[in-house]
C-alpha cells in the first residue's frame, strides 16, 4: 500500500480511539454504578442496587493518565501496524486484544502505586471488555473503508509480473486474493502465455506481450513495482534495474532457492561485502505444544457440539448402502513419514477402487458415489470423523492434508522437497484447502507449495484464521467434488 496513504489511515484508527476511549469509560463506569436505575426506569424493576455516592468525576479526572497507559499499550500490542496476510481483520482484533489486555493489567498495578481513578475492579474489568468490543469494531469498520479506496485505486501501487511460471503466479494470487497489501495487479510479460493457471487467477489473468516488449511498454507508464520470477538475459537484466531505480519503480526478483530452503532470508554485509543469509528452515521449539492444546480442546467441542450429526449421517450411510460401513479406514502419510489409520465417513459404493486401484478424485467420478455421498463431500461432511484422528494425535486441525502412501512414493519422486510437507501433522483442513480445496487434486506441485509456505509460516493465529475461512468456503459448497 502508499505508505503515505497507510500512514493516514493509522492516523485514522488512533484519531477514532482517543474518541472511543472516553465513551468506553464511561460505559463501564455506568455499567457498574448506574445499571440499577436503568432496570428501575425502564423495566420497572425495583430491587436493584443503585450507587448514589459513585460519581463518573473521580474516573474522568484520570482520563489522561489512562489514554497515555492505553496509547503506549496499544502501540506495544501491534494495533497501529498495519496488518496485510489472510483476513486481516483477525489480525487487528487479536492485537486489539493483546493491547487492550496489557493497559488492563498496567493500569490495576498502578491504581496500587497511585492514586489517579477509583480502583474499582468491576469498572477496570468491565474497560477491558468493552475495549475490545467497541475497539474491534471501530477498526474493523475503518478496515472496510480501505478496502473501498483499494477498490476506486486511489491509494493502492501498480504491479506486473515478469514471467509466467508457477511462482509468477503465486505472486499474481496473493495480489489478487490479499487486498490489504495494497497491490494492484496491472498484468504479466512472459515468452509466451502460461499452458496452466493457478485456479484462483483463472479469470484474472492478464497477459500483455512478451518479455522483450517490456522496457518498451514501461518506459512512460505509471507502473509503481515489478516481480520477476524468472532468469532475463542480461542486456534486458541491465536495462531493467537501471531504469527502476531512476524511475524510483520498487525491483523484486524471486528466489526459487529461498522459498525451499529457509524459513527467513536476510540481507547483510560484512565490512562493505554484501551477502544473502539463509537461516534454519523450521523452528518450532516448543510452539508445537501450543498447537496440540490448541488441537485437542477444538477437537472436543467440535465432537460435543456435532456429536447429533455424526450418528445422523452414519445411520443414513448404512440404510443407503447397508454392504458396507458407514466409517472406512485408509492408510495415511502422517509426520515423519508414519503411515497411520485415517477416518472418514464413506460417500462411496463398497470397494470402489477394486479394479482401478488407487486414483485421484474428480468430477467425472461421481457414478461411484452413494446417494448422498456428492452432498457430503460438497460440505466436507465426510471428513467430520477427522477429530478422532486430532484427539489420537494422528492428525491436527489445520496442516497439510495427508496423502495414501501410493501418491506419496509417487509424488516424491517428481516433485522437489514433497516429503518435507511430512514435517508437520497432517491436518483435516490447511493453507491449500482454502486456496483452491479439490481444484488441487490434480495439481500436487501447487498444493505442496502451499504447505511448505504454511509450516514455515505457522502461527496459532493463522490457524485461527484458515479455520475461519475453511467454514466460509464449506457454507458456500466451492470448488468441491
Same mark, same amino acid.
Given at each position: 500500500? +502508499?505508505?503515505?496513504?497507510?500512514?493516514?489511515?493509522?492516523?485514522?484508527?488512533?484519531?477514532? !480511539?482517543?474518541?472511543?476511549?472516553?465513551?468506553?469509560?464511561?460505559?463501564?463506569?455506568?455499567?457498574?454504578?448506574?445499571?440499577?436505575?436503568?432496570?428501575?426506569?425502564?423495566?420497572?424493576?425495583?430491587?436493584?442496587?443503585?450507587?448514589?455516592?459513585?460519581?463518573?468525576?473521580?474516573?474522568?479526572?484520570?482520563?489522561?493518565?489512562?489514554?497515555?497507559?492505553?496509547?503506549?499499550?496499544?502501540?506495544?500490542?501491534?494495533?497501529?501496524?498495519?496488518?496485510?496476510?489472510?483476513?486481516?481483520?483477525?489480525?487487528?482484533?487479536?492485537?486489539?486484544?493483546?493491547?487492550?489486555?496489557?493497559? #488492563?493489567?498496567?493500569?490495576?498495578?498502578?491504581?496500587?502505586?497511585?492514586?489517579?481513578?477509583?480502583?474499582?475492579?468491576?469498572?477496570?474489568?468491565?474497560?477491558?471488555?468493552?475495549?475490545?468490543?467497541?475497539?474491534?469494531?471501530?477498526?474493523?469498520?475503518?478496515?472496510?473503508?480501505?478496502?473501498?479506496?483499494?477498490r476506486l485505486g486511489k491509494c493502492v501501487k501498480k504491479a506486473i509480473v515478469v514471467g509466467e511460471d508457477e511462482f509468477a503466479q503465486d505472486i499474481i494470487e496473493?495480489?489478487?486474493?490479499?487486498?490489504?497489501?495494497?497491490?494492484?495487479?496491472?498484468?504479466?510479460? &512472459?515468452?509466451?502465455?502460461?499452458?496452466?493457471?493457478?485456479? #484462483?487467477?483463472?479469470?484474472?489473468?492478464?497477459?500483455?506481450?512478451?518479455?522483450?516488449?517490456?522496457?518498451?511498454?514501461?518506459?512512460?507508464?505509471?507502473?509503481?513495482?515489478?516481480?520477476?520470477?524468472q532468469p532475463l538475459d542480461e542486456s534486458i537484466k541491465t536495462l531493467l534495474i537501471d531504469y527502476c531505480s531512476h524511475a524510483n519503480i520498487e525491483l523484486n526478483?524471486?528466489?526459487?532457492?529461498?522459498?525451499?530452503?529457509?524459513?527467513?532470508?536476510?540481507?547483510?554485509?560484512? !565490512?562493505?561485502?554484501?551477502?544473502?543469509?539463509?537461516?534454519?528452515?523450521?523452528?518450532?521449539?516448543?510452539?508445537?505444544?501450543?498447537?496440540?492444546?490448541?488441537?485437542?480442546?477444538?477437537?472436543?467441542?467440535?465432537?460435543?457440539?456435532?456429536?447429533?450429526?455424526?450418528?445422523?449421517?452414519?445411520?443414513?450411510?448404512?440404510?443407503?448402502?447397508?454392504?458396507?460401513? &458407514?466409517?472406512?479406514?485408509?492408510?495415511?502419510?502422517?509426520?515423519?513419514?508414519?503411515?497411520?489409520?485415517?477416518?472418514?465417513?464413506?460417500?462411496?459404493?463398497?470397494?470402489?477402487?477394486?479394479? #482401478?486401484?488407487?486414483?485421484?478424485?474428480?468430477?467425472?467420478?461421481?457414478?461411484?458415489?452413494?446417494?448422498?455421498?456428492?452432498?457430503?463431500?460438497?460440505?466436507?461432511?465426510?471428513?467430520?470423523?477427522?477429530?478422532?484422528?486430532?484427539?489420537?494425535?494422528?492428525?491436527?486441525?489445520?496442516?497439510?492434508?495427508?496423502?495414501?502412501?501410493?501418491?506419496?512414493?509417487?509424488?516424491?519422486?517428481?516433485?522437489?522437497?514433497? +516429503?518435507?510437507?511430512?514435517?508437520?501433522?497432517?491436518?483435516?483442513?490447511?493453507?491449500?484447502?482454502?486456496?483452491?480445496? &479439490?481444484?488441487?487434486?490434480?495439481?500436487?506441485?501447487?498444493?505442496?507449495?502451499?504447505?511448505?509456505?504454511?509450516?514455515?509460516?505457522? #502461527?496459532?493465529?493463522? !490457524?485461527?484464521?484458515i479455520i475461519l475461512k475453511t467454514i466460509l468456503i464449506v457454507i458456500k459448497g466451492e470448488n468441491a467434488y
Open positions: 500500500m +502508499n505508505p503515505v496513504y497507510c500512514k493516514r489511515f493509522i492516523t485514522v484508527r488512533v484519531i477514532l !480511539d482517543l474518541l472511543l476511549f472516553p465513551f468506553v469509560l464511561i460505559l463501564s463506569y455506568s455499567f457498574k454504578f448506574k445499571i440499577g436505575w436503568l432496570f428501575q426506569n425502564w423495566f420497572n424493576i425495583q430491587d436493584v442496587v443503585i450507587y448514589e455516592s459513585a460519581q463518573i468525576e473521580p474516573y474522568l479526572s484520570g482520563i489522561l493518565y489512562l489514554l497515555i497507559i492505553w496509547g503506549v499499550s496499544f502501540y506495544y500490542g501491534g494495533v497501529y501496524r498495519y496488518p496485510s496476510d489472510i483476513m486481516p481483520e483477525v489480525d487487528e482484533i487479536v492485537s486489539i486484544i493483546k493491547g487492550v489486555s496489557l493497559a #488492563t493489567f498496567l493500569v490495576m498495578a498502578l491504581t496500587f502505586i497511585i492514586s489517579f481513578m477509583p480502583g474499582s475492579r468491576y469498572v477496570i474489568f468491565y474497560m477491558w471488555f468493552f475495549g475490545i468490543i467497541l475497539f474491534s469494531l471501530g477498526h474493523y469498520c475503518i478496515y472496510h473503508f480501505q478496502l473501498y479506496y483499494y496473493r495480489m489478487i486474493t490479499v487486498p490489504s497489501l495494497g497491490i494492484k495487479y496491472y498484468g504479466t510479460y &512472459s515468452d509466451k502465455y502460461p499452458d496452466t493457471l493457478h485456479f #484462483t487467477i483463472q479469470n484474472k489473468f492478464k497477459w500483455l506481450g512478451k518479455i522483450e516488449k517490456l522496457m518498451t511498454h514501461l518506459e512512460g507508464s505509471k507502473i509503481d513495482i515489478v516481480f520477476v520470477s526478483f524471486f528466489s526459487k532457492e529461498a522459498f525451499y530452503y529457509s524459513n527467513r532470508l536476510s540481507v547483510k554485509e560484512i !565490512d562493505g561485502v554484501p551477502f544473502v543469509s539463509y537461516h534454519s528452515l523450521f523452528e518450532w521449539r516448543w510452539t508445537h505444544y501450543i498447537k496440540r492444546v490448541f488441537d485437542i480442546v477444538a477437537a472436543i467441542l467440535g465432537l460435543l457440539i456435532l456429536l447429533p450429526l455424526l450418528m445422523g449421517i452414519a445411520v443414513w450411510i448404512k440404510c443407503i448402502s447397508p454392504q458396507g460401513t &458407514s466409517i472406512y479406514k485408509q492408510d495415511r502419510v502422517g509426520k515423519d513419514g508414519q503411515i497411520f489409520s485415517f477416518y472418514k465417513f464413506r460417500t462411496m459404493i463398497p470397494n470402489a477402487e477394486e479394479e #482401478t486401484g488407487p486414483i485421484w478424485v474428480s468430477e467425472e467420478q461421481d457414478d461411484r458415489c452413494i446417494k448422498g455421498g456428492f452432498f457430503l463431500r460438497k460440505y466436507s461432511l465426510d471428513e467430520l470423523p477427522q477429530l478422532v484422528n486430532v484427539i489420537k494425535g494422528d492428525m491436527s486441525i489445520v496442516g497439510p492434508r495427508p496423502e495414501r502412501p501410493f501418491f506419496v512414493a509417487q509424488l516424491s519422486e517428481k516433485i522437489p522437497y514433497y +516429503n518435507l510437507r511430512h514435517k508437520m501433522k497432517g491436518g483435516i483442513t490447511g493453507w491449500a484447502q482454502i486456496n483452491g480445496r &479439490s481444484a488441487l487434486t490434480r495439481n500436487p506441485q501447487h498444493k505442496a507449495k502451499y504447505d511448505l509456505f504454511y509450516i514455515k509460516n505457522w #502461527t496459532i493465529v493463522w !490457524d485461527i484464521k
